[in-house]
């Protein structure tokens, strides 16, 4: 599938997950393009992923933990859901 940014036709985002939700940022312009529910996607993400705490800008705040998203579904889901920005970030 080709997905690119409805408003700068940019193919590169960031993969963010606040409060419930999980969707996809742009990375050049910052518009918010694809979101469902973290929940529901989370245990189909495959790969190994850095999991960071990001600030509104995309800056690194802490990094949380890196592996699959499988085995930290909960601690990423108690974060998000306290308001923080969750960036996945694929190794």
């Given at each position: 599938?080709?997905?690119r940014c409805h408003i700068c036709d940019s193919e590169s985002f960031h993969t963010l997950v606040n409060y419930g939700s999980y969707y996809l940022q742009c990375s050049?312009?910052?518009?918010q393009n694809v979101a469902t529910s973290f929940i529901a996607i989370g245990p189909q993400l495959t790969g190994k992923y850095d999991i960071?705490?990001?600030d509104d800008q995309i800056n690194e705040i802490k990094k949380l933990a890196t592996g699959k998203i499988a085995n930290f579904i909960t601690m990423i889901s108690k974060e998000?859901?306290?308001?923080k920005i969750i960036l996945l970030k694929r190794k």
């Open positions: 599938m080709d997905l050049n312009c910052d518009t960071i705490e990001v998000a859901y306290q308001g």
